[in-house]
Antibody, heavy 123, light 107 residues
Framework: QLQLQESGPGLVKPSETLSLSCTVS??????????WAWIRQPPGKGLEWIGR???????DYNPSLRSRVTISVDTSENQFSLNLTSVTAADTAIYYC???????????????WGQGTTVTVSS | EIVMTQSPVTLSVSPGERATLSCRAS??????VAWYQQKLGQAPRLLIY???IRATGIPARFTGSGSGTEFTLTISSLQSEDFAVYYC??????????FGPGTNVDL
């Protein structure tokens, strides 16, 4: 059963880089045409798609964040990662990693979610 | 960017009642809409994709319908575990996936 788990610092200083990882278990990160996504949720607010990376390394980013976001895959660790540079208080949120369960059915929606990790941007 | 709007913001219902949630897209997304349920402190849970296809393990009381710009999620007989926030999401524009602001279903 595919499972995802986020990890990373819970506190980041303004102007620094937020770095999170998502460990994939129960499956391979290089498996068939899957897309691995990052989604965030500011406190008390709705969901925002950050971006995604395919098992082949192709990336798509939210245009509003594109200049600051990098998503990458580490096949040796079966992980994918999020880097968000020059953070401000507006980047304070719960960050989720997510994946389709069966990519052949669709890759634009997500059946499998990590539990989420809270990141606060503050000095 | 395709903007998703949802109504109502809050829906107050009693257990056993029917709940109807609406979602509108700013332009046609065909049938490329998903619905999620999110309970406090939990990650979202996929309920519906393809506007009307229930995800694995989702009870039959959840029904999705619609196409183009107008979509509906119906919960036929609310159970206590169904009180949550519900989000719609379009995935027709794969350059940017967008969510609605959510509908809070409460007592």
């Amino acid at each position: 059963q595919l499972q995802l788990q986020e990890s990373g610092p819970g506190l980041v200083k303004p102007s620094e880089t937020l770095s999170l990882s998502c460990t994939v278990s129960g499956g391979s990160i290089t498996s068939s045409s899957n897309f691995w996504a990052w989604i965030r949720q500011p406190p008390g607010k709705g969901l925002e798609w950050i971006g995604r990376i395919s098992s082949g390394g192709r990336t798509d980013y939210n245009p509003s964040l594109r200049s600051r976001v990098t998503i990458s895959v580490d096949t040796s660790e079966n992980q994918f990662s999020l880097n968000l540079t020059s953070v401000t208080a507006a980047d304070t949120a719960i960050y989720y990693c997510a994946s389709p369960l069966i990519p052949e059915v669709g890759t634009g929606f997500w059946d499998v979610w990590g539990q989420g990790t809270t990141v606060t941007v503050s000095s | 960017e395709i903007v998703m709007t949802q109504s109502p913001v809050t829906l107050s219902v009693s257990p056993g009642e029917r709940a109807t949630l609406s979602c509108r897209a700013s332009q046609s997304v065909y049938g490329n809409v998903a619905w999620y349920q999110q309970k406090l402190g939990q990650a979202p849970r996929l309920l519906i994709y393809g506007a009307s296809i229930r995800a694995t393990g989702i009870p039959a009381r959840f029904t999705g319908s619609g196409s183009g710009t107008e979509f509906t999620l119906t919960i036929s007989s609310l159970q206590s575990e169904d009180f949550a926030v519900y989000y719609c999401q379009q995935y027709n524009d794969w350059l940017i996936f967008t969510f609605g602001p959510g509908t809070n279903v409460d007592l």
